[in-house]
């Protein structure tokens, strides 16, 4: 918790107050390997910041095939803003994929803060802008760049996540299948 | 709910009928599983023809098949390791027996998560297969740069055997007719033996361990191409006299060629009889998402013609696995 109010105050000014209010509706968490914070078809009530580990977004589809939507490493959010926002049940899975600390919010207690302290709102506004952003840029490079550059793209951006993750966690997320993930590693590895 | 049932032991055609049957109930150590895949074995034909009725004795009517994945929608009030939605798979105890319906209850024991990667369909191939292939390469100890000879690479278990047994590093003879030559190559065995054109006998020599998936003359044959105090399992074969003693067959004795062979060359023989295991189904789980294991299908049925499936697998000619798509 410390180091989001740490971020926050970088760049924003924070009231005593509302750094109060932000402790009086967190929660410390630490999982394992495996747990799932959040499972698809189940109501929704906290959004997650992630202190350390690395966590993962899915959901199934029709056949049983899991496709990874978002990773989540130290610094980021992560929940189902879908089914927050649509009050509807999760459309997403959210487990750790390793050992992971969270600070854990009630989505609601969260919303409440903007009112109760305005000078929060800029922050928030720009964690959303630059989830926006990335998504775009998510988007973007799925219409226009190949699957190596895409995979080249990723481990360039974050090369830590490779390392917990089951080759099919990252050929979803790219949208490519793991035999293409395979042949693009070897051809990797080859220069 | 509907179900295919055995109604009598005889032919295919006769035996199996569609009925409308309850939901199972849901004991305190069970979930209850929306079935998506089904998966019909060797077993589930030789049990309707009622070539097992002295040893896996069934009422009528019953519902049919092992294997299954799909969707806990329920479970027990003992049930810590499960919850409502996860997509699972399983092969399931005897006394459970019947995934060819809509929903089936199974002790949670006996159940894993099912693989991400791969579909319902994909899913619902591996249970009794792939546990069958674990348990008796595990009692075999296999390890890196055995030799081991894996007959009938194309079959349900042969094939998953093969991947297997190179995940553990070992190098692996397999036999199969011409036509699946490639494939089975592609699977990652060592050596891919053509029966129709070469003589197992001739390449294989002084093997670790000869896995025996045809049984009848293979059985026997397994002794002659097996090393000197190396091991033969089978699937197939004659019962091992622990194995009889566990059917309560206190007297039986291992036929008495087999014994002979098997003391010549100082070789142990085992029968190995698959049991449901839901830990080791979670081994096969990271195997197949670490893609060291990928399940091969035949063909997909829809649930409506299930009875065509068990005709297709009465033929003995499947690549893969014979799958029943139910939901």
Known sequence: ????????????????????????????????????????????????????????????????????????????????????????????????????????????????????????????????????????????????????????????????????????????YLGITQESLSRIRVENAKH | MKALQIVKYGEIKDSLAFNEVSKPAVQATDVLIEVRAAAINPIDKSIVLGNLQGLLPIPFPSTSAYDVSGIVVKKGDDVSNFEIGDLVYSRVPQEQMGTLAEYVAVTSEAVSKKPGNISFEEAAGIPLAGLTALQSLEFAGIKANDRILIHAGSGGVGSLAIQYAKAKGAYVYTTTSTGNVEWVKELGADRVIDYKTEDYKTIVKDADIVYDTLGQEYTSEAFQVVKQGGQVISVVGPLDEDTAKMFGMEDYQLPEELATLSDDKEASYKFIFMHPNGSQLAEIKTMVEDEKIKPIIDTIYPFTESIAAFTHLETGRAKGKIIIKIN
């Open chain 1, 1 to 172: 918790m410390e180091e989001l109010i740490k971020i926050i105050k970088s760049n924003h000014s924070l009231s005593q107050e509302a750094e109060d209010y932000l402790y009086s509706i967190s929660t410390k968490k630490s999982f394992a390997k495996g747990e799932v914070l959040i499972r698809q078809g189940q109501q929704v009530q906290n959004v997650y910041f992630v202190t350390d580990g690395c966590l993962r977004s899915y959901c199934y589809d029709k056949n049983g095939k899991e496709h990874t939507l978002q990773f989540a490493i130290k610094n980021w959010w992560i929940s189902d803003y879908i089914a927050i926002h649509s009050d509807e049940s999760a459309t997403l899975t959210v487990e750790c994929l390793k050992e992971s600390e969270v600070v854990k919010f009630n989505a609601k207690a969260l919303e409440k803060m903007y009112t109760l302290f305005p000078e929060y709102e800029p922050f928030q506004r720009k964690i959303s802008e630059r989830h926006v952003v990335s998504l775009n840029k998510r988007i973007l490079n799925q219409l226009q760049l190949t699957a190596t550059e895409r995979y080249t793209l990723f481990i360039t951006q974050y090369p830590e996540i490779e390392q917990y993750t089951h080759n099919y966690h990252i050929a979803s």
